[in-house]
């Protein structure tokens, strides 16, 4: 499926249903930061929930801090979370999920550590809903492709049941 495909379809409907093979996990900050190189404020993912190393797919969620400083300009009197950061949460969860996946198991080992990571390429991203003070986000996030040092993630942020953005991101991952 071309990427503006999964564009489109993502803005429709989940990236993917849990199925048999998906795992309820709990994998919280303290273990994420073992996966990803982000740290406060930067660290966007509050826990991972789920994995599924079949679908090669995970969900994971963020509650928007009321208090958080970026809403007090973002906008003043409206405040709307920003799109690049609903973007930032679904790469993060991509490598976390990627982490995982090359690992091929769902829990945190304590030896696990963070490779380095680049965003390469934005390939398509749609803004389509709001999250706001208070809102808890559910993040979903799906390898596409992966080869030599790159992972092309899809992800989503949803609301309840209201997609709030959709995209499709490329990493580099370059060696230790």
């Known amino acids: 499926m071309s ?10 409907r989940p990236l993917f249903t849990p199925g048999e093979a998906t795992r309820v996990v709990s994998i919280q900050r303290r273990e994420i ?5 982000h740290r406060d404020p930067m660290l966007l993912l509050d826990r991972v929930t789920s994995v599924d190393l079949e679908q090669r797919a995970a969900t994971g969620t963020r509650l928007i801090d009321p208090l958080d400083p970026i809403l007090a300009g973002h906008f003043p009197g409206e405040p709307i979370y920003p799109g690049f950061l609903m973007l930032e949460m679904m790469g993060q969860l991509g490598l976390c999920l990627q982490h995982l996946d090359s690992a091929g198991r769902v829990e945190v080992l ?18 389509l809903g709001e999250g706001r003070p208070g809102d808890e986000l559910t993040v979903l996030s799906q390898l596409v492709e992966e080869g030599g040092y790159t992972a092309i993630m899809a992800g989503q942020v949803m609301k309840n049941d209201a997609i709030l953005a959709v995209a499709i991101m490329e990493a580099f991952l370059p060696e230790d």
Do not use: N, W
């Open 3 to 12: 990427y503006e495909k999964q564009l489109k379809s993502g803005r429709r």
């Open 33 to 37: 930061e073992q996966l990803v190189p």
């Open 110 to 127: 304590p030896e696990d550590s963070p490779r380095p990571v680049r965003l390469l390429k934005v390939h398509g991203a749609m803004f």
